[in-house]
């Protein structure tokens, strides 16, 4: 069972993932800053989306780690 928890780490690595290779897609002239930066957005977004089902999901403080909430 794949859970909302599951779904925002996933986000939130996907994020971490693309600020990493967007820098060096924009160096090599692939993708420009805004679309790189506007990729990025998006992900933050649907993280923010994710951690908000998560909050009415469940009690507050059970679920992340100090690590993991900022």
Do not use: N, W
Not at 28 to 37: C, L, R, S, Y
Not at 56 to 64: I, N, V
């Amino acid at each position: 069972m794949i859970t909302t928890v599951d779904k925002l780490r996933c986000v939130l690595r996907e994020i971490g993932y693309r600020k990493h290779v967007y820098r060096r897609r924009v160096a090599d002239g692939f993708m420009t800053e805004a679309q790189a930066k506007r990729e990025v957005e998006l992900m933050e977004a649907i993280a923010l989306d994710y951690r908000a089902m998560i909050v009415a999901e469940e009690p507050q403080g059970t679920l992340f780690t100090e690590k993991e909430r900022s």
